[in-house]
């Protein structure tokens, strides 16, 4: 019926017909999305798809024959994300030049147009700290470009070129010194079932040893990118090396890679955990990393898997700090319920299906054997303040080592968080690992 399937509906130009052109089962997870027209065949559509294969490819499909006709580009190791469209959009409205993916958290593109690419590198070439950047417009005579430049290094900048000479117009964040901020590094470690979970870390201008802070991304299943980490930076700053790893159920490394998290029961607390934990393993291994200092800090999602680790029995941490936090999984499933009553989304699908076997905090209370900071606003309506003020009252009744911290006013995700949200959130994040974890607490973690 209507509500099992996902229809993509297409219209040729100059009709008032919609015709369906391709069917999705809900629960089958295939990637299907027209791009545009097929450049070479212009009755023929771009899609990214998987039509049978682990990881999305580009194709030309055929919308009056509902068929696929050509494979474009396919990798083995990675899912095809995006295109790359012509820099000069005036005189080459959406034509594709490149395909573009993710390997070791950074973008990659794969160029169909050699002048594309000699453009690409060249503006690369002249940009400091360069990271991700984007030529946001070109003149019609393709000799004038304004270019934001965004990473690691950079905040975001934005420039001009033109004659060969690059001039700066302005930056997000003019504070902010790019000889203090730090790299961010891909790198790649086997967990501990064998699979190949990619990762980067963001390393301090200081020498190892590093205290570690493991970050995961909230979502989950969302894709990782290399960019301007505030909280990254922030952390790194003060010294600390952070890992934020692609684990289980992060998008881009094929479906099975992201069906893992929830197909055969929620992993979260699980596989999803044992793939963050085996990267901060690897760091200490690689002698990068101080075993006796290490925790994990996330939000949302991350919030939830810092609750994880807390009570963790083979503890290999020394405090958390959990934001925004999941302590009751059961909230999040029926939050998906009520959505999937409204509208049904495959986002609502995974997440019921990840949550409803995960790990279930509230339930682990007594097994907490590390301190932990909960920060959480107080309007929050993805993840609501209740649970975590059950959560609470479980940490007193067993007596646990807790703080708290409430943003008045902050809902849950990031651009709800102003000025005075972050200045208590950051204040209270780092006061917490120099007095709370790692000065009073070395060495606490049970092994």
Same mark, same amino acid.
């Given at each position: 019926? !209507?509500?099992?399937?996902?229809? #993509? *509906?297409? =219209? &040729?130009?100059?009709?008032? @017909?919609?015709?369906?052109?391709?069917r999705t089962h809900k629960e089958s997870f295939d990637s299907w999305r027209i791009l545009g027209r097929d450049p070479i065949n212009p009755k023929d559509v771009l899609v990214i798809a998987h039509n049978g294969n682990d990881k999305t490819g580009l194709w030309s499909f055929d919308p009056e024959q509902k068929k696929y006709k050509e494979l474009i580009y396919r990798r083995k190791d990675v899912d095809v994300i995006g295109v790359q469209y012509h820099t000069n959009r005036q005189r080459y409205p959406q034509v594709i030049t490149g395909v573009r993916y993710y390997q070791g958290n950074e973008e990659q593109i794969e160029w169909?147009?050699? @002048? @594309?690419?000699?453009?690409?590198?060249?503006?690369?070439?002249?940009?400091?700290?360069?990271?991700?950047?984007?030529?946001?417009? =070109?003149? @019609?005579d393709g000799k004038s470009f304004v270019i934001e430049n965004r990473g690691p290094r950079d905040p975001g900048t934005f420039y001009v070129l033109k004659n060969g000479e690059l001039k700066l117009i302005g930056s997000t964040k003019p504070q902010l010194a790019s000889t203090d901020l730090s790299d961010v590094e891909a790198i790649s470690y086997e967990s501990r079932d064998g699979k190949i979970i990619h990762a980067s870390i963001t390393v301090p201008n200081s020498e190892p040893p590093y205290p570690l802070v493991v970050m995961p991304h909230g979502g989950p299943f969302v894709p990782e990118k290399v960019f301007y980490d505030e909280w990254g930076q922030l952390l790194a700053n003060r010294g600390y090396m952070v890992l934020q790893p692609s684990y289980r159920g992060t998008k881009g490394y094929g479906l099975d890679f992201y069906q893992t998290a929830f197909i055969n029961g929620g992993q979260g607390g699980y596989q999803m955990q044992d793939d963050k934990d085996d990267g901060a393993l690897y760091l200490v291994e &690689?002698?990068?990393? #101080?075993?006796? =200092? $290490?925790? $994990?800090?996330?939000?949302? *999602?991350?919030?939830?898997? !810092?609750?994880? !680790?807390a009570s963790r029995e083979s503890q290999i941490y020394q405090c958390v700090i959990a934001g925004a936090s999941v302590p009751d999984p059961n909230e999040q499933v029926n939050y998906s319920r009520n959505e999937l009553n409204r509208f049904v989304t495959r986002v609502s699908i995974e997440q019921i299906k990840m949550w409803d076997n995960s790990l279930s905090p509230i339930e682990e209370v007594e097994k907490v054997n590390i301190p932990m900071l909960l920060i959480h606003g107080d309007v929050d309506q993805r993840t609501p303040p209740r649970a975590v003020r059950r959560y609470i009252k479980e940490l007193e009744k067993y007596g646990k080592s807790y703080k708290q911290v409430w943003l008045e006013g902050a809902d849950h995700f990031y651009n709800t968080l102003y000025?005075?949200?972050?200045?208590?959130?950051?204040?209270?994040?780092? /006061?917490? %690992? /120099?007095? /709370?974890?790692?000065?009073?607490? =070395?060495? %606490? !973690?049970?092994?």
């Open positions: 019926g !209507a509500r099992d399937e996902f229809l #993509d *509906y297409y =219209r &040729e130009k100059g009709s008032n @017909e919609w015709r369906i052109v391709n169909f147009d050699g @002048e @594309e690419k000699a453009v690409h590198e060249q503006v690369k070439s002249l940009i400091p700290y360069v990271g991700r950047f984007f030529i946001q417009s =070109r003149s @019609e &690689e002698g990068l990393v #101080d075993p006796d =200092r $290490m925790m $994990m800090f996330g939000w949302s *999602y991350g919030g939830y898997a !810092a609750l994880v !680790a000025y005075d949200h972050k200045l208590k959130f950051y204040t209270a994040m780092t /006061d917490y %690992l /120099d007095n /709370d974890c790692f000065k009073n607490n =070395r060495g %606490l !973690a049970q092994r």
